[in-house]
């Protein structure tokens, strides 16, 4: 109760507002699904100044075990099985959608026609065409968007940016990039909707090297301007699955199978419009490798690298004037991109989750703040034109150039 005193009649002033709540609608409720709600749920602890609580109201997917999941594991007020519920519901004000990549394109531009904010995961759509689309309506509709480009949070990729913009690399000469993983590489593993051009587009293209065409841009600042690639697909056909499944989680599979119409592999050249060089590469069938996502930039004072292996830390060789060889290892700490909101000091590691976390508050800030923090439909376009290219020039074997965002 406001205004009223103490037990033992002293005078208690008006009790201070409480943080704004924000209506969360989430789409989808698999692994990326569930981490979306568990990440709005930290916003409010890890990010207090915003003044913003996070309230799960209602999660949309049509497998009957996954609405029982959002009501009983995560805390939503409710579970609908369409979407058009979802959207419907007044007490939404912002929108994840965590569905397959098919459905990125009519979600997004039903939540902005809704006058939703959405955070989508990557890649927006299955084509350059369909990212467009999404941006477009984005924009019509003057709503906030977030784009999964989680790698970009990570405290030691903010600190490495912040040596390039501050010249402390000198002039960027070339940037090598890859997001290698063996999520896909036994060949026993179910035809998912992930293997079909119509429902996922471009394969590992759009799934992991949109990350670090992402990566390349947000570190050093130049956009990938024209490619000259090559792709493959090292495993042409899989089993086809019997039942539904979570991500990558194994599931039962019949003896029948199907073509893989997508590639598994991606090595590009490519040029970036400040006048540097890069390479990158991905796989999904790279045994051996969990998830060797890493990027390094090379400039005339000196260069810097990470990798998602040791994700909480970095290693940098600058101005030693040549007599000096060598990297010298940086770990992650207070001084870093936003580390210090989940750990006091180096040595202590953060999670994938935390990435995650940071990249649902710059949402949230970007929501009720007018910032812009977060990566945006316009960054999600830009790695789906880069995509394009490269599919374009596994094709005609031959430089294509990348639109313009």
Known sequence: MRGTSTAAGSPVGPEP???RELGVGVIGLGWMGRLHATSYQRVRSRYPELGVAPRL???ADPVPANREAALSQYGFERAVGTVEELLADPAVDVVSICSPNALHRDLAVAAAKAGKPFWIEKPMGVSAAQSREIREAADRAGVATAVGFNYRHAPAIAHLRELVSAGRLGRVTNVRCWFVADYAASPDGPLTWRYSRELAGNGVIGDLLSHGADLVRYVTGQAV??????????IPTRPIPTGAGIGNQAREVSSEHGPVENPDWVAALARLDGGAQATLESS???????SDYAIEVFGTEGSARWSFTRMNEFEVQIGDGGTEHGYTTVLAGPGHGDFAR???GPGIPMSFDDLKTIEAAAFVSDVTRGTHRAPTAADGLHAAEVGEAIDRSAASRAWEAVPGV
Request: a neutral charge; aromatic letters at 8%.
């Open 17 to 19: 507002e409480g943080p």
């Open 284 to 290: 999904r069938v790279a045994r051996g490798h969990r």
């Open 57 to 59: 109201v209602a999660a």
């Open 342 to 344: 989940y750990q006091p």
């Open 225 to 234: 301007a024209e490619v000259t690639a090559m792709t493959d697909v090292f």
